[in-house]
């Protein structure tokens, strides 16, 4: 979906190989693997960054997303390029710890997902969505389950991005 919306670099994090390698062929052009010290995280997170990062969808938060926040702190007397995070999950941790200066010179800003967002924006992406879907531009991976099976279904953490359709 971000390459559809006209992002020119995606950069991807997680700590599953397996799921980083499938992102990367989905057109991430580069993946950073979280499951490694704290230093080896700053610095992917700054190798990775080319000309700064424009947007953070941050589904992780927690651990990854401290490290990154204070990975874009500036380190000579700079202001940082604006970078726009939008706060969606917490997957990698409910809380994490900030330190001023991560907002005060990095360019950092937070928000979260839900942010501005009324039932027109979301029909209209949602159509977007539909009509990608349609075209074929936006593909997913689906298992389809019977309705009757619902209950086994949810609890199910096999999925691995794959998306679960329940069937009538």
């Known amino acids: 979906m971000a390459r559809l919306l006209g992002a020119g ?16 062929a989905l057109g991430a052009g580069t993946v950073i693997n979280t499951a490694v010290s704290d230093e080896a995280l700053a610095q992917a997170y700054l190798d990775a960054r080319g ?5 953070v969808l941050d589904y992780l938060w927690g651990r990854p997303s401290e490290i990154l926040l204070r990975a874009l702190v500036p380190r000579s007397f700079a202001f940082g390029k604006p970078t726009r995070v939008v706060q969606i999950g917490e997957s990698a941790g409910a809380g994490l ?16 997902a839900a942010k501005g ?3 027109r924006t979301m029909d209209e992406v949602y159509q977007r969505i539909v009509a990608w879907t349609r075209s074929g531009e936006l593909t997913f991976d689906v298992e ?3 309705l009757s099976d619902i209950e086994t279904a949810w609890r199910r953490t096999d999925l ?3 998306r679960l359709v329940v069937m009538p």
């Open 160 to 162: 691995k991005g794959r």
């Open 9 to 24: 670099r995606i950069v991807a994090t997680g700590r599953d190989d397996d799921q980083l390698r499938e992102v990367q």
């Open 97 to 112: 710890t900030l330190a001023a200066s991560s907002l005060r010179t990095s360019g950092v800003e937070i928000y979260g």
């Open 144 to 146: 389809r389950v019977p």
């Open 117 to 119: 967002l009324d039932p």
């Open 51 to 55: 000309d700064g990062y424009d947007i």
